[in-house]
C-alpha cells in the first residue's frame, strides 16, 4: 500500500538523479559512438593520405603548415593535386581550394576528402564515369585538398567530446575571419561560436589564408555536415551577390543538387537559406577579400531526426549504406565541378565583356579591367598582355579615327547634293 502512494515527483526526481553522471545527463552519455569500422582516427586517416601520395608522385604531393600563436601550435596538411607533378605550379591552370574538417565532430567530411584523393590517384573510381574524359578534364586543373582543417578539435572529439566543433582552445574556425568579424546574433551560443579574441586570431586560419594568397584558386570549396545544403555568398547577409558572377555561381549550385541531390539540397546565400546569419566566415572572406569568382560551402549531411545531443548521429551517416552513398553522390557533385566550372567561369567573363563595352568610358578601361583581371586570375603573363593591350589601343584608336572620317565625308557628300548651290559673298 505505501508503494501504491509513492508520490510521483518524488521518483521522477530520483530517476533524474540517476540519469546524471560526472555532470552529463543519460542522453548525453548514451549519444551514438563513433563508429571505428566506417570512421579513420585522425592518425590512421594522416597515415592513410601520406601512403596514398606515396604511391603516386607523379599526381600528389604533401606538405604541412605549422604555426603557433601564445604557445598555442596548429599544424594542416596541405594535398595538391596536377596531373603532371613537374608542372605543379603551373599557374596556367585552373585552379580549385577544398577544405574539409574545419569544424571537428563532422568526421564524414575528412573521409570525403580521403575518397576524394583516391579517385584523383585513380586508385578508385566514380560508379558510372567515363575515366578517359575524367583524365582529360584533370589534365587542365590544379587541386589543393585540405582533408582536415582543425586537427586539435578533431582530437576532442575522438577523446569523447563529440559534440565539439570548434579549435583545442575553443575558438569557431569558421567565425574568425575577416569579414563582419565578431558581431553576435540574439540567439549567440560561445560553446558553437566564440569568434575569438580578434580576425585571424587562430593559427589555423593564419595558415589557411596563407594558402589561398599563395594559389591564388578560381573555385574554393569550404566543406560541412549538418544538412543537406548548396550554399554561396553571403553568410553574413541573408542575400546574395549581384551580377552575372552570382547567376554563375546558383547556375552551377542548382545543376548540382538536380544531378547529384536529387532536389534535396537547399541552394542559396547561407545566411538567406539557413535561418541565421553566421559572421567572420571563409567562405565571405574568400568571396569578398580574396576575390575567389567563385566561392561555396557545402552542406553533405545531416541527420533531422536525431537528438542534438547526439552529435556524431547527427552530423555522420552511422550505417555503412548511407555512408557510402554520401561519398558516392559528392564524389560526384565534385567532378562535377571539376568539369564545369572553368566554362561556367569564362562564359561569365565573356558575357561580361559584351555588357560592359557600351558602359565604360574609354576602350582604355574596357582593357585594363576586363583583360588586366583575366590575367590575374588565369596566370597569364601580365607583361605579354601589356604589349597585346598597347597593340590593341593603337588599333582600335585608328579604327575609330578612319571611321570618323568617313563618316564625314560621307556626310558632306550627301549635304552637297541635296543642297543647291549658293553664290559666293564678296
Request: with cysteine.
Amino acid at each position: 500500500m505505501g508503494f501504491r502512494y509513492f508520490p510521483l515527483s518524488l521518483l521522477f526526481s530520483f530517476l533524474q538523479l540517476l540519469l546524471i553522471v560526472n555532470g552529463r545527463n543519460l542522453s548525453e552519455s548514451s549519444s551514438t559512438p563513433i563508429n571505428q569500422d566506417l570512421y579513420h582516427s585522425s592518425d590512421a586517416l594522416e597515415e592513410q593520405i601520406r601512403d596514398l601520395v606515396s604511391r603516386h608522385p607523379n599526381k600528389l604531393r604533401i606538405e604541412t603548415i605549422k604555426t603557433q600563436n601564445q604557445g598555442y601550435l596548429a599544424e594542416i596538411s596541405v594535398v595538391t593535386y596536377s596531373h603532371y607533378n613537374n608542372e605543379i605550379d603551373n599557374k596556367s591552370k585552373f585552379r580549385i581550394l577544398l577544405s574539409f574538417g574545419q569544424h571537428g565532430r563532422e568526421l564524414i567530411t575528412t573521409e570525403l576528402a580521403l575518397r576524394l584523393l583516391s579517385i584523383l590517384s585513380e586508385e578508385q573510381r566514380i560508379p558510372n564515369s567515363d575515366p578517359v574524359f575524367l583524365k582529360r578534364t584533370l589534365d587542365n586543373l590544379v587541386i589543393k585538398v585540405v582533408p582536415m582543417e582543425n586537427l586539435n578539435g578533431r582530437k576532442l572529439v575522438e577523446a569523447g567530446d563529440l559534440c565539439e566543433r570548434r579549435n583545442g582552445r575553443g575558438v569557431d574556425l569558421n567565425r574568425n575571419w575577416s569579414v563582419d568579424w565578431g558581431k553576435k546574433e540574439k540567439d549567440y551560443d560561445p560553446y558553437e561560436e566564440n569568434p575569438g579574441s580578434g580576425p585571424f586570431s587562430e593559427p589555423e586560419t593564419q595558415i589557411m589564408r596563407k594558402i589561398s594568397q599563395s594559389f591564388d584558386p578560381h573555385v574554393w570549396i569550404n566543406v560541412h555536415s549538418g544538412m543537406e545544403a548548396l550554399f554561396m555568398p553571403y553568410d553574413h547577409r541573408n542575400t546574395t551577390p549581384h551580377g552575372l558572377a552570382s547567376h554563375a555561381m546558383r547556375s552551377l549550385l542548382e545543376n548540382l543538387n538536380d544531378l547529384h541531390c536529387q532536389g534535396r539540397c537547399l541552394v542559396g546565400s547561407g545566411g538567406g537559406s539557413v535561418g541565421y546569419l553566421a559572421h567572420g566566415t571563409a567562405t565571405d572572406y574568400m568571396y569578398e577579400v580574396a576575390k575567389v569568382p567563385m566561392t561555396f560551402t557545402f552542406e553533405i549531411y545531416g541527420d533531422t531526426d536525431a537528438s542534438s545531443k547526439d552529435c556524431f548521429k547527427m552530423f555522420n551517416p552511422t550505417d555503412t549504406i548511407t555512408f557510402n552513398r554520401v561519398l558516392n553522390d559528392w564524389c560526384g557533385a565534385f567532378f562535377t565541378i571539376f568539369k564545369t566550372a572553368k566554362w561556367r567561369l569564362d562564359e561569365t567573363y565573356s558575357n561580361a565583356s559584351i555588357e560592359n563595352v557600351g558602359k565604360l568610358e574609354s576602350i582604355d578601361e574596357y582593357l585594363e579591367g576586363y583583360l588586366m583581371e583575366r590575367s590575374s586570375r588565369y596566370g597569364k603573363r601580365t607583361e605579354v598582355l601589356e604589349l597585346g593591350m598597347q597593340e590593341i589601343r593603337t588599333y582600335f584608336r585608328l579604327f575609330l579615327l578612319s571611321s570618323v572620317l568617313l563618316m564625314f565625308m560621307f556626310c558632306s557628300r550627301i549635304s552637297k547634293s541635296k543642297c543647291p548651290s549658293i553664290r559666293p559673298l564678296v
